[in-house]
């Protein structure tokens, strides 16, 4: 089974500062990593697919890179609404197993 | 626009049955680039894919359940529903249901229903 590891669990930061948060599977998913946006009380919202597709009506400060084993996402100008826990989830493999996700919080 | 509702008890008792549906509106059940899915949040935040369907009844599930998942589809409803047998405490989470694009990742999620398995 696919393990995928984020790092931090937890990050602060100001508004307009760039953030990066990184996503580790346990084994080769070539580009099939997907990042997710959670509010609390919604469901995620798909961001970026193949490790670095935006999705429609995605902001462009936010970006992913990253292929194999280790994957990044960055928001290159944090916004109030932006304040969120992001998940990444592999979909190599049809256990597609979440990250525990990152909660970005205000400094 | 593309709408997903999932709905059912919210309590269901330790052994039983939980049963949910998910009623989509916006676009046909039946369009052949759309699978599926379900998706669970347990109350740690974790989340895990649990499987999907396709219009004609094919499923695919997450190995990590099977033989206690059923997912079924209704055309003519537009819906299409989950079933997970022999509950614990440990399926309590909040359910969604998603549409699943080629089957390849979820797009488009529901609110979401919380489901809490309690005597």
Not at chain 1, 3 to 22: F, N
Not at chain 1, 47 to 72: D, H, Q, Y
Not at chain 2, 25 to 51: A, E, M, T
Not at chain 2, 89 to 98: E, G, N, Q, R, S
Request: aromatic share 10%; hydrophobic share 30%; net charge positive.
């Amino acid at each position: 089974d696919i393990q995928m590891t984020q790092s931090p669990s937890t990050l602060s930061a100001s508004v307009g500062d760039r953030v990066t948060i990184t996503c580790r599977a346990s084994q080769n998913i070539g580009s099939w990593l997907a990042w997710y946006q959670q509010k609390p009380g919604k469901a995620p919202r798909l961001l970026i697919s193949k490790a670095s597709n935006l999705e429609t009506g995605v902001p462009s400060r936010f970006g992913g890179s990253g292929s194999g084993t280790k994957f990044t996402l960055t928001i290159s100008r944090l916004q109030p609404d932006d304040f969120a826990t992001y998940y990444c989830q592999q979909y190599e493999s049809y256990s597609r197993n979440f990250g525990q996700g990152t909660k970005v919080e205000i400094k | 626009q593309v709408q997903l509702r999932e709905s059912g008890p919210g309590l269901v008792r330790p052994s039983q049955t939980l049963s949910l549906t998910c009623a989509v509106s916006g676009v046909s059940i039946s369009h052949n680039d759309f699978y599926w899915s379900w998706i669970r949040q347990h109350p740690d935040k974790g989340l895990q894919w649990i499987g999907f369907i396709y219009h004609t009844g094919h499923t695919f599930y997450n190995p990590s359940l099977m033989g206690r998942v059923t997912m079924s589809v209704d055309t003519s409803k537009n819906h299409f529903s989950l079933r997970l047998n022999s509950v614990t405490a440990a399926d309590t989470a909040i359910y969604y249901c998603a549409r699943d694009p080629r089957g390849i990742l979820p797009d488009l999620w529901g609110p979401g229903t919380l489901v809490t398995v309690t005597s």
